[in-house]
């Protein structure tokens, strides 16, 4: 199983929680290669479309192309969006259209990284746990590389790195969707461990628990705000 297939896994329970009941139509905001979340969901039962320029072949539940493009047919009763928010250009936009994609009492999903809390003490100990030689490396071998390479302390580099990249800070992401969406569930939790080597959730969970680091996984469930009269 990959890194983006232990993710999936893992998180389907508590996606697939709060959604209404299928035949519903779903849509997943930057589903990627893997098709994220529109397998199970089909498997369940639910009309499922996902939306991103890399997703699988269009004809198969997927459309290739970018949110900000698309024009659905009709509203949806529940969106999903995985770690997808941080990376667009006009956060307040991307979550306009996504309002506005949803039936009046329609749901959105939201599980996001507070990049803000990536502090050291959560990096050092993630990259005590990098995958080695011979096995499938991640974005997390990336960035110790380029910080060992930097020469700066933690905190410059990765200011740097998330910066450059147009990366928004989960506490961003959190208040454009609770003003445009009714928040139901707020959590935090386990973010690193599918591309970490013999680490789990739960392994995760008890790090975060203990103190040792900060909880990194946003977990957002939030319902479209009745139209002002």
């Known amino acids: 199983m990959t890194p983006d297939e232990r993710w999936l896994a893992a998180l389907w329970p508590s996606v697939r929680a709060p959604l209404p009941a299928p035949p519903a139509r779903v849509l997943e905001i930057g589903c990627g290669p893997l098709g994220g979340f529109v397998p199970m969901l089909r498997a369940d039962g639910y009309e499922a479309t996902g939306i991103d320029p890399e997703a699988p072949e269009e004809g198969t539940g997927f459309r290739r192309i970018g949110f900000e493009d698309?024009?659905?047919?009709?509203?949806?009763?529940?969106?999903?969006?995985?770690?997808?928010?941080?990376?667009?250009?006009?956060?307040?936009?991307?979550?306009?259209?996504?309002?506005?994609?949803?039936?009046?009492?329609?749901?959105?999903?939201?599980?996001?990284?507070?990049?803000?809390?990536?502090?050291?003490?959560?990096?050092?100990?993630?990259?005590?746990?990098?995958?080695?030689?011979?096995?499938?490396?991640?974005?997390?071998?990336?960035?110790?590389?380029?910080?060992?390479?930097?020469?700066?302390?933690?905190?410059?580099?990765?200011r740097s790195w998330a910066d450059g990249e147009g990366l928004h800070p989960g506490e961003d992401i959190l208040r454009a969707l609770q003003a445009r969406f009714e928040t139901r569930e707020l959590s935090y939790g386990a973010y690193f461990f599918s591309d970490l080597i013999g680490t789990s959730e739960a392994d995760e969970l008890a790090a975060i628990e203990t103190g040792q680091i900060q909880a990194n996984r946003i977990q957002y469930h939030g319902r479209r705000r009745p139209a002002r009269r």
């Open 70 to 158: 698309y024009q659905p047919a009709r509203p949806a009763g529940a969106i999903i969006a995985c770690t997808s928010l941080h990376h667009v250009a006009d956060l307040g936009r991307v979550v306009d259209l996504a309002a506005a994609a949803l039936m009046p009492d329609g749901d959105l999903v939201v599980v996001e990284w507070a990049r803000e809390r990536f502090n050291e003490a959560t990096a050092q100990w993630c990259f005590a746990r990098l995958p080695g030689p011979g096995e499938e490396r991640g974005w997390l071998n990336d960035r110790y590389e380029q910080w060992q390479a930097s020469g700066q302390s933690w905190d410059a580099y990765f």
